[in-house]
Every structure is written in structure tokens, then in C-alpha cells.
């Protein structure tokens, strides 16, 4: 039976619950993440307003951009967190960090109670305490997103328009060829250019020289993928196998709707999207493990892989692909020689710094470390999703769902399992 409860109202209910954990609730075209404290909001974002908090903080506490990079860069070495470590150095207030963390947690939730349908999950964890001044009831949150009643009731007549796809303008000349179409037709598209095998036959706006490395486009489309999507700070980069020997790339900026974007691609250029009925069950969780690590790190993977009942897989891989693999794990659904197989193949795609059309706040936090890169491909069953998890150690983090999943849901588990082993390897609860 399909649950009829928006996730807006299912947060609400875990709150007075006085969960732990992270919800996460995906759609085809969003994606928000929720840490709950004993019940409190510690933390919230969304895949629309990513880097709210930071961009916040620097307005309001007046921090110039290389001051900022530097505590960013600390805070990375150190894994610090942000807020208390710009209080320690004396760069904001305690109110002026909390008014961050205030104001991301707000677009989070604007954006959740706009989403009457989602796939939705929740992990539950135990958290280090954090300071009690920088967590907050969710009750004034989700009013103050959808102001119908204290607890919360959505209807019909009185929930926000749900998020629709980047409208699709008229196309004054049909017989435009298809990075013009493109181009006319989605918005948010940088720009569009046409391949056939490595050959770039056409773009909009055309360029002297190909806009995609050589190296991207082998490393996925030309190497058995159909789909492929490279995701930084501020820009993504997206390729679509046609009829072979022919793909189309573009370039989409961050504030553009990924999901929404993707399909309208889809549906324009002909390629051939995978049916999206539900996979059946796994048969089990963890049939299968290869390779070593800490037990800390190896029992946060196995541990989230067992939760996670879409992943298939999940592999760590090592700078140097051609060693054994760092750890690994998964169900029988998925054989350990393919998983493997496949993230070796696919990780040159993440190792192109900076992405093309990267704009100098791009650059420049890519240069520290604080933009790592993910990615996913459509494989012939399987989505891949990867993730750098560092680039101190190079390592690489790999996660398997079936094709018939939804990809947005891929990307949640993606930014999820991330986090759990960034904690495991620190120490932190």
C-alpha cells in the first residue's frame, strides 16, 4: 500500500518521536536531508540551496573570501565544524551562526513542505551532542513553511504548487538541429554539443574546441555507459548515449533542477530512459564482502549497506584503481567482480578538476578541498553512483541500485553513506 503521508507530516511525527537520525526525502526532482537530535533539527539541506549556510555566514558576519577559504581549509584538516570554529576565532557570534544554520534549515523546509509525494527513509542514528543553541524545535519550521496548523495539516487548497520541470519554451524553428533544440527548449543548459564517438559535430554555442575532456567522455559513454552525470560545487556536466556512435553533453548550473532537467533531455534527445517500476526485494543484505579497512570504517559501510535495502553494493576503492579494494560489501544480487568492474572503469570520470565552465568560486574551492565531486552512470541494469571522499587519501566510494530505482533516491544514499563513513573515521558518534 503506498503511504499517503506527505513528508512534511512524517518529519513532524519523528520529531515528537524524539528520533535521532537523518530523514531523507527524494522525488524525481528533489532531494532534502534532515538531522534529527533526540527530536531537535542539528542540521538540514537540500539539493537546491547546498551552500545556503555558507553563503550566509559570509554576508552577514562580513568574512572576505579568502578568510573564509582559510577557516574552510582548517576545518577540513581538522574536521571541525564551521560554525563553532568561526566563533572560536572570533570571526562570528554565536547568533550569527545560528541565523545560518537558520536560515538553510528554512529553505530546506520550503522546499520540503512544496513536496506532496517522495521516497522517503530514515536513519536512525546516535549523534555526539551537539551545542544546545545551535539545534531547534521543528514545529516553527514547518509552520513557517506551510502555515495551515500546528500540526501541520497539508491540503489540496492550501499546500504550495508542487515544483514543476523548467518550462519548455516555444522552438521558433522546427527544423533547428538538437543542441540548438536543446539549448531553445531547457532551461538552465550552459551550453550543448553533440558527439559522435569523440567527435564533436555540432554545439550551441559552438566552440573552436570541445568543451568535454577526451578522457570524460571514454571513460563513461564510450565505455559501455549510456548516461552520465558529473556533479561539482556550482556546475554539473551530462552526457546521453543516442544511437550509437552518437551523445549530447551540456553544462547545468547548480540552481537549475537536476532531475527535472535530465528528463526533459531525456525526452528531447530520444534516449532510451529504463522502466522506473520498483525493483522486487533483495534477497539479503550483505552476501558478500572483499578487501579490508579499519573496523570503525568497514563497520559504518556493512552497517549501511544492511540498512539501505535499495544498495545493492557498495565499494571503497583506493587513489591507485589497479589494487585490491579498500572494502567492499553487498548482496548476491549484485557479483563483487562486476561491482568492482565497474567503479574502476568509471573513476578517471572523477578525477577531472576543475569541471569545464567552472567559474573562479568554483576553482577556488575545488583548490581546498571543499567541492568534492560525485557522479552516477546508467549502466545496463545498474545505476552507479561515486563519490571522492577526500582528497588527502584519494579513496573513492561506489554505491549499486538497481536501474529501476529512482536515481534521486541514489544520490541521497550517496550523500548519506558519505557522512556515516566521514563520522566512522573520525571518531565521531
Known amino acids: 500500500m503506498v503511504s499517503t503521508t506527505r513528508p512534511l507530516e512524517r518529519l513532524v511525527s519523528l520529531a515528537a518521536a524524539a528520533a535521532s537520525g537523518e530523514f531523507i526525502c527524494s522525488s524525481s526532482t528533489e532531494e532534502v536531508h534532515v538531522y534529527l537530535q533526540r527530536g531537535r533539527i542539528a542540521w538540514a539541506t537540500d539539493s537546491r540551496h547546498p551552500f545556503a549556510f555558507a553563503a550566509h555566514l559570509q554576508d552577514t558576519a562580513g568574512i572576505d573570501v579568502d578568510t573564509f577559504r582559510q577557516v574552510v581549509e582548517e576545518c577540513r584538516r581538522g ?27 528554512s529553505m530546506a523546509f520550503s522546499l520540503l513542505a512544496t513536496t506532496e509525494t517522495g521516497q522517503m527513509l530514515f536513519l536512525a542514528r546516535g549523534y555526539a551532542t551537539y551545542d544546545e543553541q545551535l539545534t531547534f524545535g521543528v514545529e516553527d519550521f514547518a509552520r513557517a513553511a506551510a502555515p495551515v496548523s500546528p500540526v501541520v495539516e497539508l491540503t489540496p487548497a492550501s499546500a504550495p504548487p508542487p515544483v514543476e520541470a523548467p518550462p519548455l519554451k516555444e522552438i521558433s524553428r522546427p527544423e533547428a538541429n538538437l543542441a540548438g533544440r536543446l539549448r531553445a527548449s531547457v532551461e538552465g543548459l550552459s551550453w550543448v554539443e553533440l558527439y559522435e564517438d569523440e567527435r564533436v559535430t555540432d554545439g550551441d554555442p559552438r566552440s573552436p574546441t570541445p568543451r568535454v575532456p577526451l578522457g570524460l567522455v571514454h571513460s563513461t559513454l564510450l565505455d559501455g555507459a549510456d548516461f552520465a552525470a558529473i556533479r561539482s560545487t556550482r556546475s554539473s556536466l551530462i552526457g546521453l548515449g543516442l544511437a550509437r556512435p552518437r551523445s549530447v553533453w551540456c553544462r547545468i548550473s547548480a540552481e537549475s533542477t537536476f532531475g527535472a532537467v535530465v528528463s526533459a533531455i531525456w525526452s528531447i534527445a530520444g534516449g532510451l530512459e529504463k522502466p522506473m517500476d520498483r525493483p522486487p526485494p533483495r534477497p539479503d543484505a550483505t552476501a558478500w564482502s572483499i578487501g579490508t579497512c579499519d573496523p570503525t570504517s568497514e563497520e559504518a559501510v556493512r552497517s549501511f549497506v544492511h540498512r539501505a535495502q535499495d544498495v545493492l553494493g557498495a565499494v571503497v576503492l583506493a587513489r591507485d584503481p589497479s589494487t585490491a579494494p579498500v572494502f567492499g560489501c553487498g548482496s548476491s544480487v549484485l557479483e563483487p567482480e562486476l561491482a568492482l568492474d565497474i567503479a574502476k572503469r568509471r573513476m578517471p570520470a572523477l578525477a577531472h578538476t576543475p569541471l569545464p565552465g567552472a567559474d573562479e568560486t568554483e576553482r577556488a574551492l575545488d583548490s581546498i578541498g571543499y567541492s568534492l565531486k560525485t557522479m552516477v552512470s546508467g549502466e ?50
Open 79 to 105: 574536521r571541525l565544524p564551521l560554525g563553532e570554529t568561526l566563533v572560536e576565532w572570533g570571526l562570528a557570534t554565536w547568533d550569527v551562526v545560528r541565523g545560518a544554520l537558520a536560515h538553510q534549515i
Open 380 to 429: 545496463s541494469r545498474l545505476w552507479c553512483f561515486g563519490s571522492e571522499l577526500d582528497q588527502e587519501s584519494g579513496e573513492t566510494l561506489w554505491l549499486f541500485l538497481d536501474r529501476r530505482t529512482s536515481q534521486g533516491l541514489g544520490w541521497a544514499y550517496l550523500a548519506a553513506l558519505t557522512r556515516a563513513r566521514g563520522r566512522a573515521r573520525t571518531g565521531a558518534a
